[in-house]
């Protein structure tokens, strides 16, 4: 135990330090916002507050419920149809939504499903009919929601329908049980776990959903608390409303984040078997499935395809000259890859400190391990409770109180925000990776002295690498795509490229908006489909 | 080795001297971005003002005049700004309690205006009537007045421009109060259905109307002079309202914190020259408070006058802004 502790205390203590300064940085938010309310009557709630938060859960909750009907039926259509042309592509981009930014999303829904988009101008000329503009308001927030987080869910739960033992199918066959039946015996138990943590998750994402509520609320009617919080501050400058939803909206994550503790996002870039089911589905059963998935590919990939579509049409000499364009672009660059290198190292060195806690023959038996161990879980997972636009709002006020140029606070704030959004996931990835190297490796690392230094070298990073080019990638896309964090810091300049989209897209420049919005998808994209290859990683196989 | 570089630093601190009193001295101007637009007025009052004075021009275009009031408070003392252009008299007051502002010493009594309006920081350089656009080919049968707006068929939509962010949006937010008081709230519920979207500024409510996206947008009795000058199109009219239009008087004021006081009060006095009263008509499609002997473009004759200009008194407005502003949201919120 004593000569195990001393191999392992180095790699205890760093993980622990950073453990300890997300965790005073988060006081030091919490005070800053605390002590900011000067004469703040919470006894005196506007009835628009009330307004404003029945409106957040409402469409929160639609936004999950159809994201987890839709995601449950095409990851039930992709697990029974384990064999067609491309369908390993199209579970790859599927998961591509992750990283997707926002705004894009919006962008090409728009274009598809506007008003003048091109499924009414098809119904138009076909019909003569037109569906008006319900993507303004409510509408547009689910769909968006639903473009999002039904991707995101169906890819958890297809995990879960293929992890289910093939015997189990098998013993279900020869019962002679229906879709049905099979459905809720064999499936149903092995999804059910699994949909409670992605739908805590997804509530969560919908509840604190800023970009897409911003563009296509249309309406004070269809706000939600982050963009009322936003219009507080940039439009009517009334910090002590800011405050009063921000700590409203505080509370309620925290509270939405210790009912749903057992938080896992259950993403991976691990390979499963895939393995057919063999059962040979009805012909009904089969089209029914087949259409599924071709509907919802449809819906998934025409906002993209718009995109290309219309970006190509841009006038790209001109975008690219753009003083602005080129600030932006190498602010984005510039934070991405800062962001995604300090991601890393954080989610390595508390996935690291972790797994002595969680192993029997570290130091899983000392007292106060579990404590210890959900503190540095917590730590990492701190983007849950404190969303984007009330970290914005602490650093806005922290500027405000410590005079410095604004384009070091903004800089802080932004790096700040995009390694706390990204660490949940790509602590998620590392953690069990990490776990399982040292499961497998520890004996004999230990047996053969190797030093730190070997030991990364010969042990964990051929066997991590290729999580951790997955890790970066997220960490690099993520950092890209947000729009959260600068909506409150933005200006000519300091500026990065969704932000100067979100400014394009407000002004008469609509061909340059969608120019710079294909820059964009394709910087997005080719970062997550190249980045993981300079870690020389390929999809190790489990 | 020291005296070296001390005379190295010195050699510095010289030339960075010898160029700040070098540089020609930049005017830097916040306000709303259709002024800033290639079409819009700021390139030709910038080449103007250029000429008489030694000095740069910088317009810096935000979506929206108050939103660019809103960057001047969130920068700070930090603030580039030397002048806020683009708020109107609505508003003013509500930036005078900021403290942020200059008096502007000009003598205002001359200035041609449908009202009478003296501030002690903020300056007029034109005028208004705010009005619902439309496109005759279109919509054959426009509403005629407030009330007509609110009883449209169902699938007849508006767009409007949020009052926290616009002055057009807070135009037509005053502009309902002055006709309709306390029964405010009841007409915005009235009218909510119609309204489309609401957008942060203007340039973004007229594109989704250009584009076909909406019947309506509340813009100004003198848009529809840029489709005839700019476009030849005569289809763009707006709506007369025979009770009257609300108005907008555009002003300006220095910043208290501008390094370039002397430079920027000139330019405050180039707003009242017949030049700045030139430009206006034909970039930022509204009416010089300057007489002229060019007078006005002959497409301006076809434009409606409304009877009467509607307009609150700023003192009042500011006292009574936020009660307007919520009693909107909540009648909105449903």
């Known amino acids: ?542 | 080795m020291i005296k070296t570089i001390q005379l190295l630093l010195l050699l510095l601190l010289l030339s960075t001297t010898a160029n700040a009193s070098g540089t020609k001295p930049t005017l830097t101007i916040y306000t709303y971005d259709s002024f800033t637009a290639s079409w819009g007025a700021a390139p030709k009052i910038k080449e103007a003002f250029e000429k008489l004075h030694y000095c740069n021009v910088k317009f810096v275009g935000v979506s929206s005049a108050i939103g660019a009031l809103r960057k001047i408070q969130l920068e700070g003392k930090n603030t580039k700004a030397d002048i806020l252009l683009g708020l109107d008299t609505s508003i003013a007051q509500v930036a005078n309690k900021t403290g942020l502002f200059a008096k502007h010493e000009l003598n205002t009594s001359k200035l041609v205006l449908p009202v009478t309006y003296s501030d002690e920081n903020f300056v007029p350089y034109d005028y208004s009537y705010f009005a619902f656009v439309y496109d005759e080919e279109k919509l054959k049968n426009p509403p005629l007045s407030l009330e007509a707006l609110a009883s449209m068929p169902k699938d007849f939509k508006i767009i409007m421009q949020d009052p926290r962010s616009s002055t057009v949006g807070l135009g037509l937010l005053l502009w309902v109060k002055s006709v309709y008081g306390t029964k405010a709230g009841e007409y915005w519920k009235k009218l909510s259905p119609h309204i489309l979207t609401i957008t942060k500024g203007w340039s973004e409510a007229y594109g989704l109307f250009l584009r076909g996206e909406a019947d309506m947008v509340l813009s100004y009795t003198t848009s529809p002079a840029y489709h005839m000058i700019e476009e030849h199109k005569y289809n763009f009219k707006t709506a007369n309202f025979p009770k009257g239009h609300y108005g907008q008087v555009e002003v300006a004021a220095i910043l208290k914190s501008s390094k370039n006081q002397a430079l920027a009060k000139k330019f405050l006095t180039f707003m009242h020259s017949e030049t700045f009263a030139n430009i206006i008509p034909t970039t930022n499609w509204a009416y010089p408070i300057v007489k002229t002997k060019k007078g006005l473009p002959t497409a301006f004759e076809k434009l409606n006058i409304p009877s009467k200009m509607l307009l609150i008194d700023g003192k009042e407005v500011e006292r009574n802004r936020k009660k307007i502003v919520n009693e909107w949201l909540e009648a909105l919120g449903r």
Request: with cysteine; charged share 15%; aromatic share 16%.
């Open chain 1, 1 to 542: 135990m004593f000569k195990n502790y001393q191999r392992i205390k180095f790699s205890l203590l760093p993980g622990t330090l950073i453990s300890l300064t997300l965790l005073t940085f988060a006081f030091v938010l919490f005070y800053t916002l605390y002590t900011s309310q000067e004469n703040l009557v919470f006894t005196q709630i506007e009835p628009r507050v009330w307004l404003l938060l029945k409106f957040t859960v409402y469409q929160a909750f639609l936004s999950t419920l159809f994201s987890l009907v839709v995601g449950m039926l095409l990851a039930w259509s992709l697990a029974h149809q384990a064999k067609f042309r491309g369908r390993s592509w199209l579970v790859a981009l599927f998961s591509s939504s992750l990283v997707l930014p926002t705004l894009i999303v919006v962008f090409g829904l728009i274009t598809v499903l506007g008003r003048n988009g091109w499924v009414n101008q098809v119904s138009l000329y076909l019909f003569d009919y037109s569906f008006g503009a319900y993507l303004y308001g409510l509408g547009g927030i689910l769909v968006a929601h639903v473009y999002l987080n039904a991707s995101f869910a169906s890819r958890s739960l297809l995990h879960s329908f293929e992890s289910i033992p093939k015997e189990k199918y098998k013993l279900a066959k020869s019962l002679n049980f229906t879709t049905f039946q099979r459905f809720m015996y064999v499936e149903w138990p092995v999804l059910k776990p699994t949909l409670l943590s992605i739908a805590s998750t997804i509530f969560l994402l919908c509840f604190t959903s800023f970009a897409i509520v911003l563009v296509l609320g249309g309406s004070p009617a269809y706000n939600t608390l982050e963009v009322a919080i936003y219009e507080a501050v940039k439009l009517d400058f009334d910090i002590a409303m800011a405050l009063k939803l921000a700590l409203i909206q505080l509370g309620l994550t925290t509270l939405l984040v210790v009912f749903s503790a057992n938080f896992r996002t259950h993403i991976s870039n691990l390979k499963t078997a895939t393995q057919a089911i063999a059962w040979e589905e009805k012909r009904e059963v089969k089209y029914l499935q087949r259409g599924i998935i071709f509907l919802f590919t449809l819906f998934f990939i025409l906002p993209l395809f718009a995109i290309v579509v219309d970006g190509l049409g841009a006038d790209f000499s001109k975008i690219l000259q753009e003083k602005l364009f080129i600030k932006s672009f190498f602010t984005s660059m510039g934070l991405a890859t800062l962001s995604s290198i300090i991601t890393l190292l954080f989610a390595i060195l508390l996935s690291d400190a972790k797994r002595n806690l969680s192993l029997r023959y570290r130091l899983e038996d000392l007292p106060f391990s579990k404590l210890f161990n959900i503190v540095l879980s917590f730590s990492g997972n701190l983007y849950l409770a404190i969303p984007s636009l009330i970290m914005g709002l602490g650093f806005f006020l922290l500027s405000q109180r410590y005079e410095a140029p604004l384009a070091l606070w903004s800089t802080v704030a932004l790096l700040t925000a995009n390694v706390l959004m990204s660490l949940p996931f790509a602590q998620s990835v590392l953690a069990p990776a990490m776990q399982r190297t040292a499961q497998r490796y520890d004996r004999l690392v230990f047996s053969l002295n190797l030093t730190k230094i070997q030991r990364w070298v010969y042990v964990e990073y051929p066997y991590l690498k290729s999580s951790l080019g997955y890790v970066f990638a997220l960490a690099f896309c993520f950092s890209l795509g947000d729009l959260g964090m600068i909506a409150l810091f933005g200006s000519d300049e300091f500026s990065t490229l969704p932000w100067y989209l979100y400014q394009l897209m407000g002004s008469y420049r609509s061909s340059d908006a969608s120019g710079v919005a294909l820059i964009l998808l394709v910087i997005t994209l080719s970062a997550f489909i190249f980045l993981p290859k300079l870690f020389g990683g390929n999809h190790v196989k489990d």
